[in-house]
């Protein structure tokens, strides 16, 4: 798994690609968010336009990204989840939890309503 982060509009986007699965990669995902937090950066956007496969463990990273953010008054969304992991956030009920967008531009807008 890989991890990208850029700043834009005030909102940092964490890009993930590969195969979101447990181990120590997982924990810089923890880190990113953290980070986040440290920073005072309370608008995160997490893309996962490139993941190939998730499992339980990382869906765990995200909700616990998602607490840590909320916990400091932000705000966690995702961009661009592909068919299996919409499918998996679905199942999970955790779809109700997360705001979900296809295009970037409408997710970075969504931060300042």
């Given amino acids: 798994m890989k991890i990208h982060e850029k700043m834009k509009d005030g909102v940092l986007i964490i890009s993930l690609s590969g195969k979101v699965i447990g181990g120590p990669d997982l924990m ?3 880190t990113a968010f953290q980070n986040a937090v440290n920073q005072d950066i309370d608008s995160v956007l997490l893309d996962l336009g490139k993941v190939s496969w998730m499992d339980s463990s990382g869906l765990g990273i995200i ?3 998602h607490t840590t953010l909320s916990r400091a008054g ?4 995702i961009l661009n989840a592909t ?3 919409n499918e998996l956030l679905i199942i999970t009920k955790l779809s ?3 705001e979900t967008f296809s295009d970037e531009t409408e997710a970075l807008a969504s931060f300042g309503e």
């Fill in 28 to 30: 810089n995902v923890k």
């Fill in 96 to 98: 109700t939890i997360f």
């Fill in 74 to 77: 932000g705000a966690l969304k």
């Fill in 63 to 65: 909700v616990s990204g």
């Fill in 83 to 85: 068919k299996k992991i």
